[in-house]
């Protein structure tokens, strides 16, 4: 986790403690266009790493996630996209656990962390690593400094261990370690600063890892490349990806699964090219009105 992201302290609103029915087993994969809520009793299949249960979330009167639905499948990227304000920065905060869901249930890795207390929180915090929309590093410390971070604040390794690990970091991620570690974030590209932020949230060597917006405020050249960096990390690192973007050419590219939040609510979901024929005529709207040329773009495998 970042460590400059003040952790919200949350209501910490406990879920109810009854216990689960079993329902009868849900039909294996989740076909095109998924809408409804499967079966909400059933126990996470190992290969669904982050499961959102009927979520909901309230600030004050406001209600912004209304019953959220969502499987993402490990090793596969799942991309949030939605309009300014429908919550996906809201639904991401919940997944690590920044925040805590007013209802609903989230499970990570198959535990069930709405149950798990506000002391052991940490420990579900620990299997996500954050990117950020402007990489947010620290400007007043080197770059070795800020990937150093997470493994200063969250390990007891010594000096030497932490300098072997974030010089190597930083060199799997194509930076020179010699000439990029000494030097202050301003001086970076937004490319390379992209890269460091990435080796920094890599640094605990996280199943999952998150993005918000990042490719925003980049040119389309860098949001490329920041595109195939994430479809690199989960190639190389197989780690599962789950992405807020509202770039639908980047959705396209590097999505295996695709969300649509409409005011707090899952419009549709599955495949990009499934949405884009799929029964929602909300969910086509909203990718034909980018007028990104979807046809023109390229498609990860799985
Ligand atoms: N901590 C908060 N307190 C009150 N309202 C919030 C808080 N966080 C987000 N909101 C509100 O929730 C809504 C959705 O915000 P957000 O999740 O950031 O949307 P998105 O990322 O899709 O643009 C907005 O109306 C926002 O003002
Ligand atoms: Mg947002």
Redesign the pocket.
């Known amino acids: 986790m970042c460590p400059s992201d003040p952790v919200s302290s949350g209501r910490g609103a406990a879920p109810p403690s009854h216990r689960d029915a079993q329902g009868p087993p849900a039909p294996a994969g989740n076909g095109p266009t998924v809408r409804g809520n499967g079966d909400l009793a059933r126990p996470p299949l190992p290969d669904e790493i982050v499961v959102l249960r009927d979520i909901k979330k309230r600030?004050g009167d406001?209600e912004?996630l209304k019953g959220v639905n969502l499987v993402a499948r490990r090793r596969e990227t799942t991309v949030i996209i939605?309009g300014?304000?429908?919550?996906?920065?809201?639904l991401l905060r919940l997944i690590v656990a920044l925040e805590r869901a007013t209802s609903g249930h989230i499970f990570i890795d198959g535990e069930d962390v709405t149950r798990v207390s506000e002391r052991e929180l940490n420990r579900v915090r620990k299997k996500f690593g954050m990117v950020y929309q402007y990489a947010a590093l620290l400007d007043s410390i080197s770059v070795f400094d800020n990937v150093a971070f997470p493994l200063v604040e969250h390990t007891r390794l010594s000096k030497k261990e932490i300098s072997e690990r974030v010089l190597g970091k930083l060199e799997i991620l194509g930076l020179d370690p010699k000439v990029v570690a000494p030097k202050f974030p301003s001086e970076l590209s937004g490319g390379m600063r992209k890269r460091v932020g990435l080796a920094r949230a890599l640094m605990l060597e996280p199943p999952i890892l998150v993005y918000d917006e990042p490719t925003s405020g980049l040119d389309p050249l860098t949001s490329r490349l920041v595109d195939d960096l994430i479809e690199e990390m989960r190639q190389r690192f197989g780690v599962t990806s789950i992405v807020i973007s509202h770039d639908i050419a980047s959705c396209f590219r590097i999505a295996h699964q695709a969300v649509l939040l409409i005011k707090g609510r899952v419009e549709a979901s599955g495949p990009p090219d499934e949405l884009l024929e799929g029964d929602s005529d909300v969910a086509r709207d909203f990718i034909r009105n980018s007028a990104v040329d979807v046809d023109s773009l390229g498609r990860v495998t799985r």
Do not use: H
């Open positions: 600030f406001q912004i939605g300014s304000g429908a919550g996906k920065t809201t």
